[in-house]
């Protein structure tokens, strides 16, 4: 049973493949700033759930080597909440620094939005969502000087919040309230109830 993920996030691809599935990519073109400034002000966990669905909705109608998509279609978004402010990816060291030094010793919340189509045989059979957050910690011993360091990494610089946890990043995280995957941007717990809401069986998508 197939798996298209409308995402080009390394992270989200690594946790499907750890969790025995290889998934499909098919990278959405969503303009998501001008998507959500379209939308009007928006909740952080209302935004990743809309973001979610517009790419998962935006790949409906792609060929994969000449087919259409016949299977499940899996579109995830996530945000970084920190004083009810929504951070996503910061792009420029400029930016992610200016982050880092904000969140550094602080608690926020890692939003991570799912929309998950059931397109097997070819048409859109249902569509179900859900947003999965889980509270992250940051040391609060972190010096300037790591900061400075990890900016220059460039691996904050395209990932919401700019940190990871599954990379460099997991060296200034001290704890993580919640499902540990929402952090990374996809839950599998959560991708699992979706399809199983669907009517099939998650244990069906795997094949690694």
Known sequence: MPLYLASTSPARLATLRAAGIEPIVVPSAVDEEGAVAAAGPMTPDAM????AQLKAEAVLGSLVDGSPIDGFVLGGDSAFELDGVAYGKPH????????W???RGRTGVLHSGHWLIDHRGGAVRAAVGAVT????TFADDITDGEIA???????PLEVAG??????????FITRVEGDPHAVVGLSVATLRSLVNGCGARFTDLWNR
């Open 101 to 103: 030094l904000l969140q």
């Open 133 to 136: 957050s889980a509270r992250v």
């Open 92 to 99: 420029s060291p400029a930016i992610a620094t200016q982050r």
């Open 149 to 155: 360091a990890y900016v220059a990494t460039g691996e």
């Open 162 to 171: 700019a940190f990871t946890i599954d990379a460099r990043g997991a060296a």
């Open 48 to 51: 990743v759930a809309f973001l």
